[in-house]
T-cell receptor, first 113, second 117 residues
């Protein structure tokens, strides 16, 4: 009963480097999303997907790419890391209907130096 | 666009006492869902309670209950018999409906709850 699995838990990048944050869920959820959490800002939506092959931008999409080739996986790519992308990143998933809450991964703390 | 406001950045409560965290939201939708999430120092986001807007009855989960005032767009969380393990950041969140395409959770900025022994 894994739920939502995020890797890695911690990462330090140099400015300009690229990397992929991994997210996988085993609950057959149609909806998956990425949020970033910054002090005093709550959580803000980066990108989301309502099913395999369908993605869309959230509130703060610049500098990030996503794809959804399978129902289970929703990786987040940082194209060229910047210090402004230092944050805690959460992946979350949910069924599309029924109004159930989202299930969150344990988060990735990313520092860009 | 929907917004969620938590007006209390920090709150404190004595162990075994009751505390209420405030949340207001702005929306033009008639059908939606509201949630309270708890984030302890471990960073994990834990769903505490949820409310469906079309239900007039306030949701309860053990020591946690909400006061949902739809007309006032208010959704407060009451924690009874507070325990040390309740100390955490609490986020109020609004879930938009799938209609219209842009489905998401909109979060408030959070309230940090301290429980004093």
């Amino acid at each position: 009963n894994a739920g939502v699995t995020q890797t890695p838990k911690f990462q330090v990048l140099k400015t300009g480097q690229s990397m992929t944050l991994q997210c996988a869920q085993d609950m057959n959820h149609e909806y998956m999303s990425w949020y970033r959490q910054d002090p005093g800002m709550g959580l803000r939506l980066i990108h989301y997907s309502v099913g395999a092959g369908i993605t869309d931008q959230g509130e703060v999409p610049n500098g990030y790419n996503v794809s959804r080739s399978t129902t289970e996986d929703f990786p987040l790519r940082l194209l060229s890391a910047a210090p402004s992308q230092t944050s805690v990143y959460f992946c979350a998933s949910s069924y599309r209907t029924g109004g159930r809450g989202y299930t969150f991964g344990s988060g990735t703390r990313l520092t860009v130096v | 666009a929907q917004t969620v406001t938590q007006s209390q950045p920090e709150m404190s409560v004595q162990e075994a006492e009751t505390v209420t965290l405030s949340c207001t939201y702005d929306t033009s939708e008639s059908d939606y869902y509201l949630f309270w999430y708890k984030q302890p120092p471990s960073r994990q986001m834990i769903l505490v309670i949820r409310q469906e807007a079309y239900k007039q009855q306030n949701a309860t989960e053990n020591r946690f209950s909400v006061n949902f005032q739809k007309a006032a767009k208010s959704f407060s969380l009451k924690i009874s018999d507070s325990q040390l393990g309740d100390a955490a950041m609490y986020f109020c969140a609004y879930r938009t409906t799938p209609q219209g395409g842009s489905e998401k959770l909109v979060f408030g900025k959070g309230t940090k709850l301290t429980v004093n022994p």
